[in-house]
């Protein structure tokens, strides 16, 4: 037909390039109709239309590249553009998306209604990280991040990759790295036993532990689902890394001798972290039998067993709850930081099997440490995710006191200190770890607000969108907490680890009082209790 056309001159004012022009433009018109109708029934079409998100990418490297190709492909957001300081980068575009410096951000949230900020900086230090979000602080806006770049290896970025800040970030707190030579000399090819290991802290200390390569890891827990969490958890660690650690779950309570006891005979472990106990601080408030049980006598169990069994090192998960308690827990924390001190010595007497305080071998091959700190940013009884799931149901967060301060540490730091001052023990020694300054938990609960890009609704006010409420001091709960008893704190090889100087009992002394303690507690006699407590613990204040 386009042939005859352009042959054909018959037809007057129809010129011969409409043989041309006329496929030209019906293929084009074809063509754009199918796209828009596609595009339009497609997935990204859909989300395209209802998506009112409008993203800023903090940080124009190859990280915030990608992730402006995946934002492209699914439409989830619409790029405002990029951050980045790099003067080479600014005023130029990245695939037709402007770059800003960071002195522009302000105006061009407001002039734009940028609601969202991502951070595409997974090779930044720390220090940097933590002044870029406090520069966006006061925004009304959303800060996310992208994982750190090992996460990021395989080289390609998608929206599912977008997170909340971590708590370092609320945190502002730069970790000082372990010692990885002093901690392989301690772990590796060695049988390595955690108790409580599905905890915040223990399941934490297990992760860093596997990779120092032990040749055996047990894993004690009393929660089955815990223990079957943190046990998968690990065999896929192990899997990825390709780690040869065996990995030995097993139920139990630390408060069962017998089991324990069968436990260490049967796998003859060499260093132990105790970090089974109960630690809300109200929950033990209410059950202070309970709470005697498991944590002071649960204590001596493991010590009793590490001692019978020559077990090398023995590592005490303490709290600065346990100094100048106002709780049962603080106190009963600090008698089992007693009860090691006093076995810490070079011979302790034996007693009869019928007696409350069960025996202990005569001679002591056993070096026993405890480590004390602060509050865990993340942990299962942490503010941190309590502040988080009330502000996804839309408020109020709830604050205690207005004046409360806290010492906290992130999960993974705490772990990492506690392996370096337990390598570092020479035995009796209480550890002290550098929490840094104290932080107001109203002032953690704004950062989580305004991180959030929301707005805190002050008391009376009718604006701002997420209130705080005051909910009072729980029973047994102290304004500010302490790390030491004593004064002078003793510096380590290590600078965020101290050592500290306590006072303790020798063990014939402690023996009848624990006797009369864990008679007391059997029977659930919370004045008994208290009254041997305020008798035994230094500072013991109840509530």
């Known amino acids: 037909m386009l042939l005859a056309l352009l042959l054909w001159n018959q037809w007057p004012g129809i010129p011969r390039t409409i043989g041309l022009l006329q496929p030209l433009i019906f293929l084009v018109l074809v063509g754009t109709s199918r796209a828009l109708v596609r595009f339009w029934l497609s997935d990204a079409g859909r989300v395209a239309r209802q998506s009112e998100g409008r993203l800023l990418i903090y940080g124009a490297g190859s990280a915030g590249v990608q992730t402006a190709t995946a934002i492209g492909i699914t439409g989830q957001y619409k790029l405002v553009g990029f951050i980045d300081d790099d003067d080479a980068k600014m005023r130029r575009s990245i695939n ?70 971590d708590v370092e970030d609320l945190l502002g707190r730069t970790a000082v790295p372990p010692d990885a030579d002093l901690l392989a000399r301690e772990l590796t090819g060695q049988v390595v036993l955690v108790s409580g290991a599905g905890g915040s802290i223990g399941s934490e200390l297990c992760r860093q532990i596997v990779l120092q390569r032990p040749r055996q890891l047990l894993l004690v827990e009393h929660s089955e689902f815990a223990l079957y969490a943190i046990h998968q958890e690990l065999q896929a660690l192990c899997a990825a890394g390709e780690l040869s650690t065996e990995l030995v779950p097993l139920l139990g309570s630390v408060r069962n ?66 100094v100048r308690p106002t709780n049962v827990m603080g106190a009963s924390k600090r008698m089992a930081e007693l009860v090691l001190q006093a076995l810490a010595g070079d011979r302790a007497p034996a007693f009869d099997e019928g007696t409350a305080v069960p025996g202990v071998p005569q001679t002591n091959h056993t070096c026993f440490t405890m480590v004390r700190f602060g509050n865990v940013l993340d942990s299962s009884g942490s503010v941190v995710p309590l502040f988080r799931r009330q502000l996804a149901e839309g408020g109020p967060l709830t604050v205690t006191h207005a004046e409360v301060t806290r010492y906290f540490m992130t999960i993974p730091e705490a772990a990492q ?42 008391d009376g006010a009718a604006t701002g969108d997420i209130a705080i409420h005051i909910s009072g001091l729980r029973p047994g709960e102290k304004l500010y907490e302490e790390l030491l008893i004593g004064d002078n704190p003793e510096p380590t090889a290590h600078p965020r680890i101290m050592k500290a100087h306590e006072p303790c009992l020798p063990w014939s002394e402690l023996t009848p009082e624990l006797q009369a303690l864990g008679a007391a507690a059997q029977a659930d006699d919370v004045a008994a209790i208290k009254a041997l407590l305020k008798r035994l613990v230094q500072g013991y204040q109840p509530g």
Do not use: C
Request: positive net charge.
């Open 96 to 165: 037709g998306a402007p770059v800003f410096g960071p002195a522009q951000i302000p105006d061009i949230v407001a002039r734009h209604q940028v609601t969202d900020i991502l951070l595409a900086l997974p090779r930044v230090t720390r220090e940097r990280r933590n002044s870029i979000i406090e520069s966006l602080r006061g925004l009304p806006v959303h800060i996310r991040t992208l994982p750190a770049w090992a996460d990021l290896a395989s080289g390609r970025v998608t929206v599912r990759d977008f997170r909340e800040l």
């Open 257 to 322: 001798y017998p089991r324990m006891s069968a436990l260490f005979k049967r796998y003859r472990p060499a260093m132990v972290y105790h970090a089974a106990a109960y630690k809300h601080v109200p929950m033990v408030e209410g059950n202070a039998g309970e709470g005697i049980v498991n944590n002071v006598f649960g204590t001596l169990n493991m010590a009793r067993a590490a001692l019978e069994n020559s077990v090398a090192r023995f590592v005490l998960i303490s709290t600065d709850k346990a």
């Open 417 to 458: 200190l506690v392996l370096q001052a337990g390598a570092m023990a020479v035995g009796g020694d209480v550890f002290v770890l550098d929490m840094g300054a104290p932080v107001k938990i109203m002032d953690l609960a704004r950062r989580v607000v305004e991180l959030s890009g929301l707005t805190v609704r002050e």
